[in-house]
């Protein structure tokens, strides 16, 4: 069998749909190729339901953080409640609300196996065996996402290690766990499973601090909770050689020191999911990130015929930028004469670790700013110290941080770390986009009492 659209994509996750809804608005056809359920990793073992279990734990903290309010809360955390209300938020793996919403815009989904076959085609392997060839007039785009990665550490592939999608899914809390990874992934789901009972949690992360990649204090001050308020175990610049379950418990061997749970996360990063989908036919690697430009043109492939958005193309393996990417590349499809190109997922990609306190974080750190030859000034303030911090209850710490370029005194880079500071994030985000100079920020006053009170404060530190 042989069909035709304008665009073919292989891949429903949110990058995908958001592809295939842009060009449809556009006047184009669009098909949509998924082998798995539609709405992708985001939607049923990522975003979704990491923020669902971590909730409940965050939730009450906020309650017991405001006196009178505290005493009110007489009791624990109702384990069966915050699960249902999991399985709800991810449609209890159900793609029946994504399917119709493909169906409600016009965008055609093909179920099946998606590999390209040439330029514009597409051969579809169906669960049966059948083949449906796909030809694309315009546009094939990849959008097939990333898996979890496993280091090549010794008994780790035998131990039954689980991944992020089984974390994310549980049914009940281990009664203990070791982390292997102290990134977002290690970091929500110590936070989580904590506040869901399991008793012993230990994080082993090979690096420095945990959270590498943000500012140093973000990460320094996540291990200090963690240990100091949580009881959760954090063993930094460790190195882990062997993993071996010994009656039914995981034996880590770290540093010639032996660390025992029931059971064991990797949550060491992701790698593109570009291993079967027919790269080889357009003379790409498989398995490798897909090159691409500004407009998310495959650089390596001539015919402007071949795209990639989202995880697929590691510019950024965010959801949003994803998202972000794709409408991006349906404009260019759709209105090549326009011109559109993608430059905020590289200059100011938002990004949150929705532990307790969040780690929110956009645009450059110090260090990376340094790297890349800015002249740049930090400028500090407690997260706690405005009076409408005050207001929100006791005990509310943290840091925030902005990375100021010196030459065109703009915000390059802007990191918070506190309660609920994922929620403040945006404002770091626009003023890093528009490149609005201090002097004309010092003009935005924040309302009062707001925690968002520091604004005025950073900029006061600065000198103005």
Request: glycine share 10%; net charge negative.
């Amino acid at each position: 069998m042989a069909e035709s659209f304008d665009v073919v994509v292989i891949g429903a996750g949110p990058a995908g749909e958001n592809v295939a809804d842009r060009v449809v608005k556009a006047g184009l056809s669009a098909v949509v190729i998924e082998s798995g359920l539609v709405g992708g990793e985001c939607s049923y073992w990522a975003c979704m339901p990491s923020k669902a279990l971590l909730r409940p734990g965050e939730a009450l903290r906020m309650v017991r953080r405001v006196p009178g309010a505290r005493e009110a809360v007489t009791g624990e955390i109702d384990l069966s409640e915050s699960l249902k209300r999991r399985d709800a938020m991810i449609s209890n793996l159900d793609d029946k609300w994504q399917v119709k919403w493909l169906v409600d815009n016009n965008i055609e989904l093909v179920r099946g196996h998606g590999r390209i076959a040439g330029k514009r085609q597409v051969q579809v392997t169906h669960e049966d065996g059948t083949v449906t060839d796909i030809t694309a007039s315009k546009a094939v785009v990849i959008s097939t996402g990333s898996v979890s990665v496993t280091p090549p550490i010794s008994g780790l592939s035998e131990s039954d290690a689980w991944d992020s999608r089984v974390i994310t899914t549980l049914d009940k809390p281990p009664a203990s766990l070791i982390i292997i990874g102290g990134g977002v992934v290690g970091v929500e789901m110590a936070q989580a499973w904590h506040d869901l009972g399991t008793e012993s949690v230990t994080i082993i992360e090979r690096g420095s601090r945990l959270l590498e990649r943000e500012e140093p204090f973000a990460g320094e001050h996540i291990e200090k909770v963690f240990t100091e308020e949580y009881g959760i175990n954090v063993l930094t610049s460790a190195d882990c050689t062997k993993v071996e379950r010994v009656d039914g418990s995981v034996v880590v061997t770290c540093d010639d020191k032996q660390i025992e749970a029931d059971e064991i996360l990797v949550a060491t990063g992701r790698k593109p999911q570009t291993f079967d989908i027919g790269l080889e036919s357009a003379g790409l690697e498989p398995g490798a990130f897909v090159q691409v430009d500004d407009q998310m043109r495959v650089t390596e492939v001539s015919g402007d015929w071949l795209y990639a958005v989202g995880d697929a193309n590691g510019r950024s393996l965010l959801t949003h930028d994803g998202k972000y990417q794709a409408r991006i590349v349906g404009d260019v499809i759709a209105s090549p004469e326009k011109g559109a190109r993608a430059y905020g997922d590289i200059v100011a990609s938002p990004r949150v670790v929705f532990s307790d306190p969040h780690v929110a974080a956009v645009g450059l750190t110090e260090e990376r700013a340094t790297t890349q030859g800015l002249t740049v000034r930090t400028v500090d303030y407690g997260f706690g110290w405005t009076a409408g911090a005050s207001t929100t209850g006791e005990g509310i710490e943290g840091n925030v941080r902005i990375v100021v370029d010196e030459d065109t005194r703009t915000i390059v880079g802007a990191t918070f770390v506190g309660p609920g500071a994922g929620e403040m994030l945006h404002a770091a985000t626009i003023a890093i986009i528009s490149k609005i100079t201090l002097d004309e920020l010092w003009h935005a006053t924040p309302a009062f009492p707001t925690i968002s009170e520091f604004w005025l404060r950073l900029l006061e530190a600065y000198g103005l």
